[in-house]
Structure formats: C-alpha cells, structure tokens
T-cell receptor, first 115, second 113 residues
Framework: DAGVTQSPTHLIKTRGQQVTLRCSPISGHKSVSWYQQVLGQGPQFIFQYYEKEERGRGNFPDRFSARQFPNYSSELNVNALLLGDSALYLC??????????????FGAGSRLTVL | GNSVTQMEGPVTLSEEAFLTINCTYTATGYPSLFWYVQYPGEGLQLLLKATKADDKGSNKGFEATYRKETTSFHLEKGSVQVSDSAVYFCALSRKTGANNLFFGTGTRLTVIP
C-alpha cells in the first residue's frame, strides 16, 4: 500500500502569491493533519480534518486554510505569502482522531520557499 | 498548556557509543508520548510510543520510559550505528479531544565510524 503522498515536493513562490499543497492519505485513513516545519525547529500543528470536517486548528493566521475531499485527500492553501512561510509542510494521516493509541503517519513533505 | 522541551543538539557520537537524548514535557492530564525520527530528505517516522506512566516503548534497539514523576521520556540506545544518524523529535498528544502532536525542537544525531 502507498503511504501518505504529498505534492508538489518542492516549489518556489514570491511574496504575496498564493500556494496550494496536496495530500493523499493512506488508504482507509479518514483523518488528515497538516504541520509546518520551519528549518531547525519541530513541526507545528496547523489543521486536522476528519470526515471532511475541521476537528482542530493551531495558532496560524487566517491566510492558512484547508479542506478535505470525499475521497479523504486534502489541500492546504496559504494566501498572501510571507518570507516566514518558507518551510517544510507535512501532511499526516490516521485512522481516527481519538488519542491513546493514536499514530500519525507522515508524508515526505512539500518544501516551500518564498522569495 | 502543552509543550515539550528537548535536549539541545547537535550530538556527535562514535559508533557503538551509548545514546541518551533528554525530553521533558508539560501537559494537562496524562498525555501519550512519542519519539519520531527524521532521516535526511524524508518525513517523520514513528520510532516508539508510550501511552501511560511506567510504560516502556521500544523499537530498533531504542527505548524510552514514560516517567510521570519527572515528566520525562528520555530516549536511549545502548550501541548506536552510523545508520542512526538523523534528527529525533520528542512529541506528546492529549488523550481527549483532537489528537494533534506537540513536538520538541528536535535533536540532530551524527554517528561517526
């Protein structure tokens, strides 16, 4: 089975532009989460979706938005890009949203560079 | 709030040396605790986990014990290999509500032959 797949793997944008990142979860997983990993830091939680509904949101501005489709794939959108948005964006999938035995499986990420 | 404090790196060890990476946490209630590893150019991989006090997670020779009294989850390995060179992240998630992870800043380990 394929793991979590993300696209594109790398992209370069300029300040003020908009970007869309895509994620396909592991087959059978209904939850998708997005994390931002700035160079040299740990990942920071952005969003979680389960069954197409937002179930959690981190401390990010409204320029960040996401959605989940009926096939459980997801898109992360960032508007009005800033230099500080340059980061590795990680998508993770899980079968549920309950914790305890919760295990997130991460994709390889989309590396965004904002010039 | 929920947070993880991780030992600052980078850490450089010779092959077969003993490894300890310290991790302490702050959380409301009793969270689940994780160690993730990130190899160059790759995403995060779950290394091990523990869900309650005194649980020991283990995988690939790595171990970590959930210590409630010291709010710690230190990662250890008795004999590291060159292939263990990577960045290691300690993380926690709450047991109720959204299961998002709170990560530490990561510790880069380099093992030299």
């Amino acid at each position: 089975d394929a793991g979590v797949t993300q696209s594109p793997t790398h992209l370069i944008k300029t300040r003020g532009q908009q970007v869309t990142l895509r994620c396909s979860p592991i087959s059978g997983h209904k939850s998708v989460s997005w994390y931002q990993q700035v160079l040299g830091q740990g990942p920071q939680f952005i969003f979680q979706y389960y069954e197409k509904e937002e179930r959690g949101r981190g401390n990010f501005p409204d320029r960040f938005s996401a959605r989940q489709f009926p096939n459980y794939s997801s898109e992360l959108n960032v508007n009005a890009l800033l230099l500080g948005d340059s980061a590795l964006y990680l998508c993770a999938s899980s079968s549920t949203v309950t914790s305890g035995a919760n295990v997130l499986t991460f994709g390889a990420g989309s590396r965004l560079t904002v010039l | 709030g929920n947070s993880v404090t991780q030992m600052e790196g980078p850490v450089t060890l010779s092959e077969e040396a003993f490894l300890t990476i310290n991790c302490t946490y702050t959380a409301t209630g009793y969270p689940s605790l994780f160690w993730y590893v990130q190899y160059p150019g790759e995403g995060l991989q779950l290394l091990l986990k523990a869900t309650k006090a005194d649980d020991k997670g283990s995988n690939k020779g790595f171990e970590a014990t959930y210590r409630k009294e010291t709010t710690s989850f230190h990662l250890e390995k008795g004999s590291v290999q060159v292939s263990d060179s990577a960045v290691y992240f300690c993380a926690l998630s709450r047991k109720t509500g959204a299961n998002n992870l709170f990560f530490g800043t990561g510790t880069r380990l380099t093992v030299i032959p």
